[in-house]
């Protein structure tokens, strides 16, 4: 059986036995934040649980790395929407150890890019379009100073709330310890 099939099957259970009924809440945050992470598998489960969060108590924005890439795009819409529709008061964004994001090379995913078919004229007219994929495609050298970027780009995003305190931390996806980067309140 493949894995769609599986999730359908085993959805069917889950309505029908009333599973959902331990996680009925409503779409705003009980304690009124958005958090910005990682999509790292490691932290799944152990995020929430290490930050004693549960269903409906925060809005959880994530991408490959916490990075806002882009203060027009899709993960900085998503963080303002979180404040001016959602009620979230303050923001958090949490960067992780040994993330992939870490040290990634853009040469790398490239070469895997042209290993599944992807011809090397799509990145030159890429280039010529004046599209520079190699830096979009680029990680971070040092999570600490990515976090500390992301927190000062959503801080002085010219339509960020500038009562909305924005944190920084770091957690360890073995442990779940959090280290403070940026405390928000300070700022
Ligand atoms: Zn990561």
């Given at each position: 059986m493949n894995l769609l099939q599986n999730i359908l099957d085993f959805n069917k259970g889950f309505v029908d036995e009333k599973k959902y009924e331990q996680?009925?809440?409503?779409?705003f945050p009980n304690k009124k934040m958005v958090i910005l992470?990682?999509?790292?598998?490691?932290?799944?489960?152990?995020?929430?649980?290490?930050?004693?969060?549960?269903?409906?108590?925060?809005?959880?924005?994530?991408?490959?790395?916490a990075l806002v890439t882009h203060p027009f795009g899709s993960i900085m819409r998503?963080?303002?929407?979180?404040?001016?529709?959602?009620?979230?008061?303050?923001?958090?964004?949490?960067?992780?150890?040994?993330?992939?994001?870490?040290?990634?090379?853009?040469e790398g995913i490239m070469g895997e890019m042209k290993n599944r078919g992807i011809h090397d004229e799509i990145f030159d007219?890429?280039?010529y379009s004046g599209i520079d994929v190699?830096?979009?495609?680029?990680?971070?050298?040092?999570?600490?100073?990515?976090?500390?970027?992301?927190?000062?780009?959503i801080k002085n995003h010219p339509l960020m709330a500038k009562d909305i305190?924005?944190?920084?931390?770091?957690?360890?996806?073995?442990?779940?310890?959090?280290?403070?980067?940026?405390?928000?309140y300070e700022d």
């Open positions: 996680f009925e809440t409503t779409k992470t990682c999509m790292d598998t490691r932290l799944l489960e152990l995020l929430p649980n290490a930050l004693n969060v549960k269903n409906g108590d925060v809005k959880i924005v994530k991408n490959a790395g998503s963080l303002l929407v979180a404040v001016y529709q959602l009620q979230a008061k303050e923001v958090l964004v949490i960067g992780h150890h040994d993330c992939g994001m870490s040290g990634m090379k853009p007219t890429l280039t190699k830096g979009w495609l680029h990680g971070f050298e040092n999570v600490n100073s990515s976090v500390a970027h992301s927190v000062d780009v305190p924005v944190h920084g931390l770091v957690i360890d996806p073995s442990t779940g310890k959090l280290d403070l980067v940026v405390n928000g």
